[in-house]
């Protein structure tokens, strides 16, 4: 089995992701992706698997309009910065996609430029996807050539033309040698040429027989795209938009019918396949500006890490971020914010919740690439086990504001919840769960320390109890004084209240999370001044 029929993916759009400029004016490249590197201890965290980083190569504006296959753009940073990513990512275990916008280029690419220039004098008349000189195009050169969705400044290419695709193949050679990426999702791939990516299977695979090919695909028989002649895998769209409208709609029927019409236990049209499964991405509104109830957002994670898939995160979505797609020409950056890793910012319980679904999901293979069987199924509710060699695992899901009880068949003659920790009742083969409002639970036969939890904290080296005035250094070097422990209103939690010595913003958060350690490393070290 491959790499990435196991994997977690996480998401970034570079361009947006470092704040870079909305245009390419030139100049000197500005290295604004090495912050990428501050964020390892947050992908391994997470039990990420690979980075699909959106476009970054050379462009004019957003990076689907392409002027230079084999350079980073300048406004992200420099082929050598890139390399020291990529060889960093990879020590930590974390493999490399990048996006390839193979379809179309910008109207700045060298090829349609000496176009520009030399008229049908160019040896590249014929790199462009009806390319004539019958009439002006509609940004006034003085030849006609087809735009990708009727987009103009996005000059499709000619994959039927052998030079283009051995340029093509050339670049993505270059960044297999030179920075050893592990795969290509590529954009726009229903509108690419099947022989291409037959080509293009054969070269990556006779390299890398575990290099990952997947396509961006919206509509359609995903077979056609991701089949042993083609692509690995493609978006599954379909269940996108089945996870957040059955939220929405409180209707468990509309996913649950299309995880079985794909893959379910008594067959599937995709059952051979592991779709690249997601709640959000650069193109559609994120998804907690999608659901119509924040509760959900927790239900709606636990389905994607549990439903059969890849599934994968959008940067700053575990976060539980907001975002909504606009108007005009601006209308996707709402969607692609600078984000920087400032803890203790963002939707603390969901991120905590992710990465336990992150640790879950790498402890049960069964959740991985197990089979999918229907146990309970109403409107607010669904169970469904999935099932792998002998080891079957129980996911519960409760819309509902209120409590739900249900029982169902099991062999085992116990489980527990390893989200909650819970041991769940089994009495004459049936299981009896109590589920509370807007919760989901993964049951499981063995015990939650298979889990390997994280270390426990050590009193030599911290002190159990936290009072005002000390100093603590945060592992990522900030300088901190505590204001005092405060008890939370609802919960009765312990909540330590501190100040930033730099800045002097006060932060709040759980005693316990303050305690922690990220990494086998204290979150916040005591220091002696």
């Known amino acids: 089995m491959s790499w990435y029929e196991n994997a977690i993916i996480y998401h970034i759009y570079p361009l947006g992701f470092c704040g870079a400029p909305k245009f390419n004016e030139g100049g000197e490249p500005v290295n604004r992706l090495e912050k990428i590197l501050e964020w390892i201890p947050h992908f391994q965290e997470m039990n990420v698997d690979a980075i699909y980083f ?7 504006e957003h990076g689907y309009d392409t002027t230079d296959y084999k350079m980073i753009d300048r406004r992200l940073g420099t082929n050598e910065m890139f390399k020291n990513i990529c060889d960093k990512l990879h020590e930590a275990g974390i493999r490399v996609i990048l996006d390839g916008v193979f379809n179309h280029v910008g109207r700045k690419f060298w090829a349609f430029t000496d176009i520009q220039e030399k008229g049908q004098n160019s040896p590249y008349c014929s790199w462009f996807q009806n390319l004539n000189f019958g009439g002006p195009s509609p940004c006034g050169d003085p030849f006609w050539y087809e735009g990708w969705n009727g987009h103009y400044n996005l000059v499709k290419l000619n994959l039927q033309n052998q030079d283009v695709c051995n340029h ?5 050679n270059y960044w297999m040698d030179e920075f050893k990426i592990d795969g290509i999702r590529f954009d726009a791939a229903d509108c690419i040429d099947f022989n291409f990516f037959k080509r293009i299977r054969s070269f990556c695979k006779g390299k890398n027989p575990e290099f990952w090919l997947m396509g961006e695909i919206i509509h359609g028989d995903y077979n056609r795209w991701a089949n042993p002649e083609m692509l690995d895998s493609v978006t599954n769209y379909e269940c996108y938009k089945g996870i957040w409208s059955s939220h929405n709609d409180k209707n468990f029927f509309e996913i649950d019918y299309s995880i079985n019409r794909q893959c379910g236990a008594n067959g599937g049209i995709y059952r051979n396949l592991k779709l690249y499964t ?9 998804l907690a500006s999608t659901l119509n109830d924040p509760h959900y957002l927790f239900t709606a994670y636990t389905l994607l890490y549990c439903m059969p898939g890849i599934p994968s995160i959008y940067y700053g979505s575990e976060f539980g971020i907001e975002g909504r797609k606009g108007q005009g020409v601006d209308a996707d950056a709402p969607l692609r914010p600078c984000l920087n890793l400032v803890d203790g910012e963002g939707n603390q319980a969901l991120y905590k919740h992710i990465v336990k679904l992150g640790r879950v999901y790498r402890a049960y293979p069964a959740l991985r690439t197990g089979g999918y069987r229907t146990v309970i199924i109403r409107n607010r509710q669904l169970v469904f086990s999935k099932e792998l060699e002998g080891q079957t695992v129980y996911v519960c899901l409760n819309l509902d504001d209120q409590p739900y009880d249900c029982q169902f068949g099991t062999h085992y003659d116990g ?18 769960v109590h589920m509370e ?29 936290i009072h005002e005035g000390q100093h603590y250094r945060h592992f990522k070097g900030g300088r901190y004084t505590i204001l005092g422990v405060a008890t939370h209103s609802e919960t009765l939690e312990d909540m330590v209240v501190y100040r930033n010595d730099d800045d002097g913003v006060v932060w709040v958060r759980p005693k316990a999370m303050f305690m922690d350690k990220v990494n086998n490393q204290y979150r916040f070290t005591l220091l002696d001044d």
């Not at 093509?168 to 993505?172: P, R, T």
């Not at 991405?281 to 994120?286: A, E, G």
């Open 54 to 60: 959106g476009p970054v190569f050379e462009s004019v």
């Open 168 to 172: 093509l193949l050339d670049a993505v």
């Open 278 to 286: 997601f709640v959000d991405n650069h193109d559609v509104n994120r």
């Open 415 to 432: 489980l527990v919840d390893v989200l909650g920790g819970e041991a769940i009742q089994v009495e004459g083969g049936n299981a009896h």
């Open 437 to 465: 409002p807007f919760s989901s639970m993964i049951l499981v036969h063995d015990n939650i320390e298979n889990l390997q939890p994280e270390p426990k904290e050590e009193p030599a080296e911290e002190p159990r109890e």
